[in-house]
């Protein structure tokens, strides 16, 4: 399985545009990127999955160059209640597959 | 649709004791997960099931056990708890074909004394 490498923490300030880079070197033909978003004392929910170029959802953009080896997650004019740890796995999406979470990166969002 | 639950949302024990952790999905799907996050952590695999009836073992699976008891339910036991089991515990299910998300339950605060 690809391991991923992130920043452990970032700040920004409401109405910014955040962007959370997730390294991936050994990412294989078939792995997807999927990126988790968790408040505290909540489980993780689901933001963005993507496999190549751009993905764009109402919460998120995902942003996959071609070599695939990186991803970054674009959150658009973030707000207070964007404060969270964002997790990037990398997998084969295969039915019954387990996730593997590293550490997230902690964005913290101020007025 | 309550989607993920569990049960007990905090429990306290002793060195020694044993427990279950409960989850039920009600979105039928076919994997359920069983997750543990320490403080200043990601979440580590426990156990899975990818279908009824079919349990694997995760990243730390000493010290549990599961029981698929039917589709909506996925239940872990402790056996002997051990102050290093203290942790939060998630819950989670996805549906057996090529989607990929993960819905998660709110979690179980344990404390083992």
């Known amino acids: 399985l690809a391991k991923t490498t992130q920043p452990i923490s970032m700040d920004s300030y409401e109405g910014q545009e955040v962007n959370i880079t997730c390294s991936h070197n050994?990412?294989?033909?078939?792995?997807?990127i999927t990126w988790y978003q968790q408040f505290p004392s909540q489980g993780p929910r689901f933001i963005i999955q993507?496999?190549?170029t751009k993905v764009t959802n109402e919460v998120a953009s995902l942003f996959i160059p071609a070599d695939r080896k990186s991803s970054t997650l674009s959150l658009p004019r973030v707000s207070l209640s964007d404060t969270a740890v964002y997790y990037c796995?990398?997998?084969?999406?295969?039915?019954?597959?387990?996730?593997?979470f590293g550490k997230g990166t902690t964005l913290s969002v101020s007025s | 649709n309550a989607g993920v639950t569990q049960t007990p949302k905090f429990q306290v024990l002793k060195t020694g004791q044993s427990m279950t952790l409960q989850c039920a999905q009600d979105?039928?799907?076919?994997?359920m997960y069983w997750y543990r996050q320490d403080p200043g952590m990601g979440l580590r695999l426990i156990y899975y099931?990818?279908?009824?009836?079919?349990?694997d073992k995760g990243e730390v699976p000493n010290g549990y056990n599961v029981s698929r008891l039917n589709k909506r339910e996925f239940s872990l036991r402790l056996e002997s708890a051990a102050p290093s089991q203290t942790s939060v515990y998630f819950c989670?299910?996805?549906?057996?074909?090529?989607?990929?998300?993960?819905?998660f339950g709110p979690g179980t605060r344990l404390t083992v004394t």
């Open positions: 796995l990398v997998d084969n999406n295969q039915a019954g597959t387990a996730l593997i």
């Open positions: 099931s990818a279908s009824e009836g079919t349990t």
């Open positions: 979105m039928n799907h076919n994997s």
């Open positions: 050994n990412i294989a033909t078939n792995d997807y």
């Open positions: 989670a299910s996805n549906s057996g074909g090529a989607s990929y998300e993960q819905y």
């Open positions: 993507g496999y190549k």
